[in-house]
């Protein structure tokens, strides 16, 4: 059986920011370095930083007064933002500056008085930050059903959309938005994260190929599924494991190429971990198909306060 590695896959700039925040931080203030929610959807990112002084809490309220505290790369509320200052939080700010991009469109939406549509799925960190930095009306869509069904309360409309969704879903809510409310505004779809789109295409390129697909990334990371499901519009049978151990090798029966690729929060020491793992029960060649060069980069937030 071969292997073909899709290209890119994995790390992203503002995944590679954020971790690089936290460690810095440490680095710089000393442990322990308070992070509100995972900084990235990955177990193998949170337990490597929690080993070298990273406190995760899903509350403010969980971090003493006056401590360091990083936002992560998902973004926050300003309502959030606002009560980590009254509680005297030393703030430091991992949001991507792409998701940034998205809150900063909501707001202005907002500020000239239209009700706001968020395309994503409710509950997701990134969603509910973005939503909590709209003053008026707003609402989350996340199917073509509810696209369809969605009645506004406001005279004027505009949307942004989640960073990680599948571009191919997304094109398709917004056609049926636009369709309906001519005059709605919003960001061109290229805004979706580059990151997002380099790597379902590379899946899309990558089906072509193969007759199995293995998305290395962790169960509630949101781009890491969309792989997988796009892996599945091509008719593939693809999985989401978070690494190794969770293979099993009755998938690979008759199989003759597996394709691998990895979500944009998951490191590649897993990819190489289960690329040996498959080595060791196959006879493999190995082999990355061409892809899109990612050469951007982030700076870091600053550490002083």
Known sequence: MDILLARPRGFC???????????????THGRPIYVLH?????????DTLSSKGAIFVEELTEIPRGSITIFSAHGVSEQTVSMARSRGLRIIDATC???TKVHMQARKYSAKGMEVLIIGHPGH????GTRGWVKGPVSVISTKSEAEKFEPVADKLAYVTQTTLSIDDTKEIIEILTSRFPQIEGPKLSDICYATQNRQDAVKRLS????????????NSSNSNRLKE????????????DNKDNLNMAWFE??????????????????????NTLKSHFDCNVAEL??????????LPRMGF
């Open 13 to 27: 700039a503002g995944v590679k920011r954020a971790i690089s925040t936290v460690e810095k931080a440490i680095e």
């Open 125 to 128: 960190p990134e969603v509910e």
């Open 254 to 275: 008759d199989k003759r190429c597996a394709g691998i690729t990895a979500g944009a929060s998951a490191p590649e020491v897993l990819v190489e971990e289960v690329v």
């Open 38 to 46: 995972e900084i990235v959807h990955n177990r193998h990112v949170i």
């Open 230 to 241: 796009t892996g599945e519009h091509h008719g593939l049978p693809s999985y989401l494991i």
């Open 97 to 99: 500056p792409l998701v």
């Open 290 to 299: 061409p892809g899109e060069e990612e050469t951007i980069e982030f700076r």
């Open 208 to 219: 072509e190929q193969i007759d199995i697909l293995l998305v290395v990334g962790s169960k």
